[in-house]
């Protein structure tokens, strides 16, 4: 009996010990997308006033504003900037790290450029502005679209059961206004950001503190070019230069139908009923996406009603920064940033995602 009581008081799981985020300076609100005209993907000017579109797009998606970088700033800059916040906070020697993994989609985009510049990886940039000198510290990037840092998480997750390593920085790093088409309606979703934790693989006390369970799915063969690069809604621009582009209506849809059904299966994994859910924290791509996404999730249990603030948002403010969005909410939630919630030792969370490729992940976490 004492050998059991050991067994679970001692039981190893990944647990955060360190969070950090990076929310970039300038503030682009709706207004300032009313400047100029809007075109279809077929180069046709949009009629309605860009006024009613911005208002339009804000009934739908939630989002007022969102941030963009300065200038003279990239995305791993900023991720190395939310990296040394994570690592302040969880008190690890930087040099004791294993590896440290950067997920983001387009790399390095200068300022008035559009091409993405990955070598060397972000991570190993991130690497050498922490000054890391242990040359067993492997730096590495991740390209899964949106649940990048979800699934760097569920990496880290496999290489700590394998014995492969035992502490890790995951960051996630995005500067989606440097690829973005400004006559392209959908350009107003994105925005810049980058989040960090470090995650280590050690004793998770009594309470069972940590990763209790993961989900994927990926959908390439119908879904796959839901999300991608294409030219310029502008009649008469360069054909050859190459901007993100979604079918909103497409994601939607998609997203409706498969995410919950992850999030349940995560869920099942981990051995957790809905009712112990405290938080979900959900990729901020669409306010109206992701609360649909939630009362679905919910739907699947034959539960009508959702519990009071299950859900914090971020997207009013700081816009869908793609692989940052989660782990930047994360951050704020923890350190009481947000209003109307908290996080108290125990509780049960959910993270999930969803994003190009079409790809979809989900992580169940124990506080």
């Given at each position: ?124 940039r ?52 440097r ?6 309606r ?5 925005s810049?950001g ?60 998609y ?72 782990p930047t ?16 030792e ?22």
């Amino acid at each position: 009996m004492f050998n059991l009581i050991y067994s679970v008081i001692t039981m190893l799981r990944s647990v955060f010990t360190g969070t950090g985020c990076y929310i970039p300076s300038e503030i682009k609100r709706n207004a300032d997308f009313t400047l100029h005209r809007f075109y279809t993907e077929g180069h046709a000017p949009i009629e309605t006033a860009p006024q009613e579109v911005a208002e339009k797009f804000k009934q739908i998606t939630g989002i007022e504003e969102r941030r963009y970088i300065a200038a003279d700033l990239n995305a791993s800059d900023i991720a190395s900037i939310a990296s040394r916040l994570a690592i302040a906070e969880s008190g690890v020697d930087p040099e004791t790290l294993d590896q440290i993994i950067v997920a983001h989609n387009f790399g390095n985009v200068n300022i008035n450029s559009i091409q993405s510049d990955a070598v060397p990886a972000l991570a190993a940039r991130v690497k050498h502005d922490l000054g890391i000198l242990n040359s067993s510290c492997i730096p590495y990037d991740i390209l899964f679209g949106c649940p990048g840092w979800l699934q760097a998480l569920i990496q880290v997750e496999s290489y700590f059961k394998a014995g492969i390593a035992k502490r890790c920085l995951v960051v996630g790093t995005e500067t989606l206004s440097r690829v973005l088409d400004e006559y392209d309606r959908d350009s107003m979703i994105f925005s810049d950001g980058a989040g960090a934790c470090v995650i280590e693989y050690q004793d998770s006390g009594v309470k069972g503190s940590g990763i209790l369970g993961t989900a994927v799915r990926s959908h390439s063969l119908d879904a796959a070019y839901y999300i991608y690069m294409g030219e310029s809604n502008l009649p008469d621009s360069d054909p050859t230069v190459r901007y993100l582009k979604m079918k909103g209506r497409k994601v939607y849809e998609y997203a409706l139908k498969h995410v919950p059904e992850a999030m349940k299966e995560c869920l099942e994994r981990s051995g957790v009923a809905i009712q112990e859910l405290k938080k979900i924290f959900i990729h901020q791509a669409n306010e109206k996406m992701d609360e649909a996404i939630v009362k679905e999730l919910y739907k699947l249990y034959g539960l009508m009603e959702l519990p009071e603030n299950i859900m914090p948002m971020s997207i009013h403010w700081l816009g869908n920064s793609s692989v940052a969005t989660i782990p930047t909410l994360y951050d704020l939630v923890r350190k009481g940033k947000l209003q109307d919630h908290v996080l108290n030792e125990g509780d049960i969370i959910l993270f999930a995602s969803v994003g190009a490729g079409m790809n979809i992940n989900a992580v169940c976490y124990r506080y």
